[in-house]
């Protein structure tokens, strides 16, 4: 595939959206913007809901490459996760595969194996082939987008790259983070290695920094030339003494999804 120059990007007045439009230009790319929103000072924006079909159809026309951040980005009652996130993503799969757009890189989450404990100590990373584990509706729906993104694969020959994105801020803001954090700029690197790498097929990799408090393994990434240039430890100091260790008999804080598991942010609309 030769490398993609103008991509979509879905979720663009988002935050990691927000943080994507400034840094990808560097890695040599024209983006053509969507949102349910106006994305601010993008006059040239799509404003369009995933639900539009028709508007999906002519986004997707002629772009080299697509990076899907756009959906529920927390929990929220089944019915909208459905629209939004399962259907949206099914609505955008078949305006690709219209339009022969032959590669996705699609916004999962750590939500998708937030049920798979964390490594303590000398435990083994996380593996990329852990089985899916939603720790909610939001995380089933990226479970369903990697499956989806298989299917589209197998059956259609589009590629995709699922990144089961951690914590992408511009700072880690909690202790659970200094092991998730994806800083913004390994945020553009990790897209644009899943953007241009040969013979993707459907991949699935971790998201985040090289950070000292890793829990996963991100072999995969890495394996698409992805090379991380940061770690949230100069973090954890003030983090730790704010908020303390991690408590193992706290749930929240025994399994990846952190809260999510237990008491997890609601989407406001
Ligand atoms: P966000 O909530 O800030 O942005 C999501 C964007 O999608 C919003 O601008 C919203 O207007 C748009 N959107 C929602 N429903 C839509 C629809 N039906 N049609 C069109 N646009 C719609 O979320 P954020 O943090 O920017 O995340 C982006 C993507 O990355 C999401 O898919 C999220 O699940 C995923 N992700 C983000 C992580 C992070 O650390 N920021 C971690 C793991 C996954
Ligand atoms: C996600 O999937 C969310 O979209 C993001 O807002 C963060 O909560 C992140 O996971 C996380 O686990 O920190």
């Known amino acids: ?93 078949e305006a690709a595969r219209e339009e022969g757009v032959p590669r996705v890189v699609f916004a999962s989450s750590n939500h998708a194996v937030g049920f798979a404990p964390r490594p303590r100590g000398r435990d083994p990373l996380i593996p990329i082939d852990t089985p899916h584990r939603p720790d909610t509706f939001y995380g089933l729906s990226k479970s369903f987008g990697e499956d989806l993104a298989q299917l589209y694969w197998d059956k259609h020959g589009l590629e995709t790259v699922s990144v089961r994105i951690g914590s992408c801020f511009p700072e880690p ?44 393994d991100l072999s995969t990434a890495r394996a698409l030339g992805y090379e991380p240039q940061d770690d949230s430890e100069p973090y954890a100091a003030k983090l730790i003494a704010e908020q303390g260790e991690l408590d193992p008999a706290n749930v929240a804080h025994a399994h990846l999804g952190g809260h999510f598991v237990s008491d997890p942010p609601i989407w406001p609309y």
């Open 1 to 93: 595939m030769p490398a993609p120059r103008t991509v979509l990007l879905t979720g663009a007045a988002g935050g990691l959206g927000t943080l994507m439009r400034e840094l990808l230009p560097a890695h040599g790319y024209e983006l053509r913007l969507l949102d349910l929103l106006p994305v601010e000072g993008e006059p040239d924006a799509i404003t369009a809901d995933l639900a539009d079909k028709k508007a999906l159809r002519e986004a997707v026309r002629g772009v080299d490459a697509i990076i899907h951040l756009a959906g529920i980005s927390l929990e929220a009652s089944f019915e909208k996760i459905l629209r939004a996130n399962i259907e949206g993503t099914y609505n955008l799969y």
């Open 173 to 216: 803001t909690s202790v659970r983070m200094l092991s998730l954090w994806m800083s913004p700029a390994d945020g553009a690197r990790l897209l644009h290695a899943a953007l241009t790498a040969e013979h993707v097929g459907h991949t699935v990799v971790y998201g985040s920094s090289a950070n000292t408090r890793l829990w996963w």
